[in-house]
């Protein structure tokens, strides 16, 4: 039986948004409060992570993380109130998406 498998990517003025990699770093700034907690979890550079973030800040049409510079306190991240909007719209399309792969693969097999 084959398996079909899809990945979004949003695109805002031909520059992706949200991707699975994207959602999986926000996902992981959510739970951890920690920009560099999230980059571990990812296995990327702290480097990588705030240069993704810093330009997904700057494509979104309002910012997505919002960064906390770290000093005596250490700094942190968390997902701003537009960010929380788009991560949940993002899983309202995988879920139609996977609905939709699941009644393709149904039809398949038959």
Known sequence: MAKIS?????NVTEK???????VQLLTAIQASGSLQQAAKLQRVSYQ??????????CIA???????KRGGE?????????YGNRILQE?????RLIQKTVNQIETEMAM
Do not use: M
């Open 90 to 94: 993002y899983a309202t399309i995988e």
């Open 61 to 67: 049409p309002l910012p997505v993380v919002e960064l």
């Open 73 to 81: 306190h250490g700094g942190g991240a968390a997902i701003s109130t």
């Open 16 to 22: 992706i948004v949200l991707n699975p990699f994207l």
């Open 6 to 10: 899809c990945f979004i990517h949003v």
């Open 48 to 57: 990588h992570a705030w240069n993704t973030i810093k330009q997904l800040n």
